[in-house]
Each structure stands twice: as structure tokens, then as C-alpha cells.
């Protein structure tokens, strides 16, 4: 069963710790965003003890403005020290799935300020009450394996499936995807999934005698099927999306196997797949288990990779397994570096050792982990930024989070859909969530 409400990351911001977040360049900055990075990039050092003052000047008279109807929120794998900023002023941190629920379960909270991916935002605003408005501190903060998953690129592609496999086809959508996306699997008689619930949403499906779509990402696809003891030769993978984008026409020569092989398919996935989980080789797993860690990794890393680790699950489960390691404990974990890093630091607080599965400390496997840069995108001038735009009543509308909107994250540029589009797809993305929640809480 998924989560069902916030839990403290326990995340503490020492006093003399750097806030190391990456300077981003001012031209990224949105105009009304940019006298807030001057000011940032003007201070003399990232201590929090110069940090944090300017910050405050900016957060605690939004924080007082807004009182109690004011919420922010941001995701485990923020970089920098925007997780623990967030934390610092009363807000929480979470992973997709929960950061989901936040205004559907706190209707007091009329204004909600995420620092994370839009996708994330705008799961909160599919399920949000009327009277709440949700904000992304920086609307280019895009998750690239959403980024090859736009509803332009898979519309076509569904409706071909669709055509030839009418309602024997159910589209199950990871929480990772625009609420177009989710509100395709809802118009499916599908559901959405998050990892930790894949299993059991595709399993679902399956006892129905559906064929599975799941959209977007091929690997937890892949690892759900393994884990599911699906015939591997009944699973097929389309291609990367990369490849013609959204020009993607099913074919003899577009698809491995061709018709047959997606006729014969118990679930044919979107080619999708996240460049920070992708990194990961049985090569890593094996060095680390050789020196005595216990490696887990995220489900979004290689069928290959998950095979040979220890344990894999959501990023809830990585963090249940820091936090209740005991003392001597050594983990590898193979998921996203931010959160690595702030499991090394709690790790540390409590004699556990907590490595980054690629962060290999021998030249020759010139490997090392990485973060989630998109998500990075949100830094301090962001958030003080939006909560002193909002608290002046001028936030722009670019940062106002709508269920449907469809940003590119490279322009900025977003689509809209009209208000009676918009009510249509936010039923359809609703119930597909919705259907997610009973699959996962039945007995
Ligand atoms: S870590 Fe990967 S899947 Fe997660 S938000 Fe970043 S790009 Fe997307």
C-alpha cells in the first residue's frame, strides 16, 4: 500500500554546512525571478548563516501573509539545500505519490508552493478543491523521462493500439507523466501507478485478460513484468522516443517483432526511460557487493541492474531502508544523488555508511553518480521569489499550475486547455488515481 500521509525527512540543516547550490545562469531566470538571483549571487558566501537572513526576509513575511493557508512542499530528490529550506520553513517533503495528495488532504491550504517537477505539481492540482491554487517555483523544472512522454507523442501511438486492440487494451500510467497522460489510462478503464504499486496496478490488469500500454517508462516496466514472472517474450518494449519524435507509427519495421510480437504482448511499453536511473550496471552492483554493502536500487534502473542487487523499491522504500539500517550497516543505493546524499548524511548521524551505487572511487570504471538537474532547477532565488511575488499579489501566471497544462520545459512555453477541457480531463485523470488507490488498498 502506498503511503498515505507526509513523513518528516528528518533532514537537519547544520549550521555551518555550505547551501551548495548550483548558481544557475541569471538568463534562466524568468524577469520577475532575476532581482532575486542578483540579490542571491550577490551574497558573499553559501553559508546558512548568510543565506538564511536573506532568505527569511523574503519567507516569513510571505509566511505571515498567507498564514495557514499558505503550504510548501517539495520532493526528495531537490538538490542543493532546498529540501531542507523547505523543511526549515514548516513545509514538507515527500516523494510523487504523497506530494499528490497534499491539497486534497489539507483543504485549509488554499496556496501551494511546490518545489519539485511540474508533473509532481500538477498531480496536486488534478486533485486539488476549487479554491486551492498550486505554484511551481520554476515551471522549466521538467522530468526528462516525462519529457519523452508528452500526450503529443503518445496519443498517436495509443490510438493505433487502441484501434486494433479495442477495450482489451488498459493504459497504466506512472505517476511520472502529465495528467493528459493520466487521464488516457483513466479514459481506458486503466490506472495510474507509482513504483511501489506497479506490481499490483499491472497485476490488476492482467487477471482482467487486459493487454497493458504502460506509459512511459520501459524500465520500471520491465521490472514490473520481472517481478510479475512474466515471459519476457511477452512484454515488448517500443522504441526510444528519441527516435522520429512523436512520429512514431506502429508498424512490421517500427516495433521489435513486429505485429505478432505485439499481439502476442501481455504489455507493451512506452520507450521512455530517466537518464539519472539509466546509469546503473551489474558491473557497480558487483563492486560494491564485493566490499560487503548491500546494494539497493530504484525500479526505474535496468532489468539487469535489479536482477543482481540486493532489494529495489520506491524512494520511500530506499529511505525506510536508511532509517531503519542498524549501526554498522552498509548500503549501496542506486537511485537519484541528491537523495543519496542526504541518506549519507542521516546514515552518518545514526553509524550507518550510505555509498552512491555509481560513485565508484576507481578511475577505471570512470563512473559517478548523478542528480536530477531538471529538478534542480528550483534553487533559493526561486523560492523566495515566488512567495514574495505571490504575497505582492504580481506572481506570474507562468508559474501557476493548472491540471492539463503542458509545458516545454526548454522554451517554457505552455499549452492550456479551455475550461471544459480541462473539467473533461481532470474526471478522466481522477478516476484513473483514483482506481490506483482501490487496486492498492484492496485486501
Ligand atoms: S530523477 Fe528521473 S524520473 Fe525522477 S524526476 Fe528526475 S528525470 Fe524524472
Known amino acids: 500500500m502506498p503511503p498515505t500521509s507526509l513523513q518528516s525527512s528528518g533532514i537537519v540543516l547544520q549550521p555551518e554546512l555550505p547551501i551548495c547550490q548550483t548558481d ?6 524568468q524577469a520577475e525571478f532575476k532581482p532575486y538571483a542578483e540579490e542571491y549571487l550577490a551574497l558573499p558566501d553559501r553559508k546558512p ?32 539545500e532546498i529540501v531542507k529550506l523547505v523543511e526549515r520553513y514548516g513545509g514538507s517533503v515527500a516523494d510523487s505519490y504523497q506530494l499528490a ?62 484501434e486494433r486492440y479495442g477495450d482489451e487494451l488498459v493504459v497504466v500510467a506512472y505517476m511520472n507523466t502529465g495528467g493528459r497522460l493520466k487521464a488516457l489510462a483513466g479514459r481506458t478503464g486503466g490506472a495510474v501507478c507509482t513504483s ?24 520500471l516496466g520491465r521490472n514490473t513484468a520481472r517481478k510479475l ?50 546509469v546503473f550496471e551489474p558491473r557497480h552492483v558487483q563492486y560494491w557487493k564485493d566490499r560487503g554493502y548491500t546494494v539497493l536500487v530504484h525500479p526505474e534502473s535496468k532489468v539487469e541492474v535489479v536482477e543482481v542487487a540486493d532489494g529495489e523499491g520506491s524512494t520511500n ?43 565508484i572511487p576507481d578511475p577505471a570504471y570512470r563512473s559517478m553518480g548523478c542528480g536530477c538537474a531538471t529538478m534542480s532547477r528550483n534553487d533559493p532565488p526561486h523560492l ?31 499549452d492550456r486547455l479551455d475550461e471544459s477541457d480541462r473539467a473533461a480531463m481532470i474526471a478522466d485523470a481522477r478516476a484513473s488515481l483514483e482506481r490506483m488507490i482501490a487496486i492498492t488498498e484492496a485486501k
Not at 536508511?322 to 537519484?336: F, Y
Open 101 to 162: 495528495l497534499q491539497a486534497a488532504r489539507h483543504p485549509e491550504k488554499k496556496v501551494i508552493v511546490e518545489s519539485a517537477v511540474h508533473f509532481m505539481a500538477e498531480a496536486i492540482a488534478i486533485l486539488a478543491h476549487a479554491d486551492q491554487q498550486v505554484w511551481i517555483t520554476n515551471p522549466k523544472a521538467g522530468c526528462t523521462m516525462e519529457m519523452l512522454a508528452k500526450d503529443w507523442m503518445v496519443l498517436p501511438t495509443a490510438e493505433q493500439l487502441i
Open 196 to 219: 511501489s504499486n506497479a506490481h499490483k496496478v499491472v497485476k490488476w490488469a492482467l487477471d482482467r485478460k487486459k493487454k497493458v500500454f504502460f506509459v512511459p517508462d520501459q524500465h
Open 384 to 414: 523566495a521569489g515566488m512567495l514574495d511575488l505571490l504575497r505582492k499579489g504580481v506572481a506570474p501566471d507562468a508559474n501557476r499550475v493548472l491540471a492539463g497544462d503542458m509545458v516545454d520545459e526548454t522554451t517554457g512555453v505552455r
Open 229 to 278: 514472472g512474466l515471459d519476457p517474450t511477452r512484454v515488448v518494449a517500443l522504441p526510444d522516443p528519441q527516435i522520429g519524435r512523436g512520429a512514431l507509427k506502429l508498424d512490421e519495421r517500427s516495433v521489435a517483432g513486429g505485429f505478432a510480437a505485439l499481439d502476442r504482448a501481455q504489455m507493451i511499453l512506452w520507450g521512455a526511460f530517466c537518464g539519472v536511473h539509466t
Open 24 to 29: 544557475l545562469p541569471l538568463d534562466w531566470y
Open 49 to 80: 548563516s548568510t543565506v538564511l537572513p536573506w532568505l527569511d526576509s523574503y519567507v516569513k513575511p510571505a509566511q505571515t501573509h498567507f498564514g495557514d493557508a499558505l503550504m510548501l512542499v517539495a520532493h526528495f530528490y531537490m538538490g542543493g
Open 317 to 359: 522504500f530506499l529511505w525506510d531502508a536508511v532509517m531503519k539500517a542498524p549501526r554498522g550497516a552498509k548500503l549501496a543505493i542506486g537511485t537519484e544523488g541528491h537523495f543519496v546524499r542526504n541518506a549519507r548524511e542521516q546514515g552518518k548521524q545514526r553509524g550507518v555508511e550510505i555509498v552512491h551505487l555509481a560513485d
